[in-house]
């Protein structure tokens, strides 16, 4: 399919609410993890998560959906820059409160 039809499907996707929140479901990993959605309507896509983690706990998913050909690699890596990002900030607040 090319990158038109893809976006339209990717757009189908994001409107159907009951699907999105399937394809999103938390599944506690504190690792990053990539999921192929599968559902007939729906196929063709995939997503790439990554809990955000404060304190050592999961409290947000942070995701990338895209076709099932995507870089993943790429994706990946971006991610963990954003998830580290946000620990470091996470940090500093702390230092920051405890200093005053």
Not at 10 to 38: F, G, H, P, W
Request: net charge negative.
């Amino acid at each position: 399919a090319d990158t038109a039809e893809q976006t339209k499907h990717v757009l189908k996707l994001l409107d159907n609410q009951s699907a999105l929140e399937k394809t999103l479901e938390s599944d506690n990993s504190e690792d990053l993890s990539i999921t192929l959605v599968e559902e007939q309507s729906q196929s063709g896509f995939a997503l790439v998560k990554a809990p955000i983690i404060i304190d050592g706990k999961a409290v947000a998913q942070l995701g990338v959906i895209g076709p099932q050909r995507m870089d993943y690699r790429a994706i990946a890596s971006a991610l963990k820059v954003v998830m580290s990002e946000l620990e470091m900030l996470n940090k500093k607040k702390e230092i920051a409160n405890e200093t005053h």
